[in-house]
Every structure is written in structure tokens, then in C-alpha cells.
């Protein structure tokens, strides 16, 4: 019935390959897109203020580890309350991807 020559065989077998990957990569994307609202849902409602924010509604952000959470508390105790959100660079475990994010979050007032 259907009669294909072995190289167009190899050509069907290709292009299915290449959709299988696609519909693979789709889904991935759409799962990670799922995962990272999960972590770290927008906060589009209120921004927080990072000199009054107490520890636990630092850790219901759902964008700081505990650990880093508890790290904040401590470095506004021991230095005082931030002047600049970039003084949020200083604390361990805050780099250039986590602070573009923070920054959305926090305002200083």
C-alpha cells in the first residue's frame, strides 16, 4: 500500500523526530514557566517595605530561601536599616539575578 523507498523512510523518520523533540521542548517550556510561579509568583499587588518586613512575611515572598531570609534580618540588626536596595547585594547568598528580582519586591522608604 504504501511503498517508500528506504531514503524516503529516513526522511519521514526524520521529521517525525524533529516534531517529537519539538512537543518535547513545548512541554519543558510550559513546565519550567509553571515551576518558577510556583517559587516565585509576581508581586504585582504591594511592594514591601525592606526596613520594616519582619522574617516571616520575608519567607511568605516565596523568593528568598530561609536561610537568606534570616541573613537579611540580621545584616538590617547588626548595620542598621537599609539606605539603598543596592545594600541588598551585601547580604550572602543575593547576586545579580536574585536582586534584579528583589528589587520588583522591595522598596525603601
Known amino acids: 500500500m504504501l511503498n517508500f523507498t528506504p531514503e524516503e523512510k529516513r526522511v519521514i523518520l526524520f521529521f517525525l523526530i524533529i516534531a517529537f523533540c519539538g ?3 513545548n512541554n519543558l517550556a510550559k513546565l519550567n514557566y509553571r ?3 510556583l517559587f ?3 508581586a ?3 511592594r514591601i517595605d525592606l526596613n520594616k518586613v519582619s522574617l516571616e ?7 528568598l530561601p ?5 541573613r537579611i534580618i540580621v545584616h538590617r540588626q ?5 539606605s539603598s536596595l543596592e545594600e541588598l547585594k551585601e547580604v550572602k547568598g543575593i547576586g545579580e539575578q536574585r536582586y534584579e ?9
Not at 547588626?78 to 537599609?82: A, K, L, R, W
Not at 528580582?101 to 522608604?109: G, M, N, T
Request: aromatic share 10%.
Open 23 to 25: 512537543i518535547t521542548l
Open 44 to 46: 504585582n499587588l504591594a
Open 66 to 70: 530561609v536561610k537568606t531570609a534570616q
Open 57 to 63: 512575611e520575608l519567607i511568605k515572598t516565596r523568593c
Open 35 to 37: 515551576v518558577k510561579k
Open 40 to 42: 516565585c509568583p509576581p
Open 101 to 109: 528580582r528583589l528589587k520588583e519586591i522591595f522598596f525603601i522608604e
Open 78 to 82: 547588626e548595620y542598621g536599616n537599609f
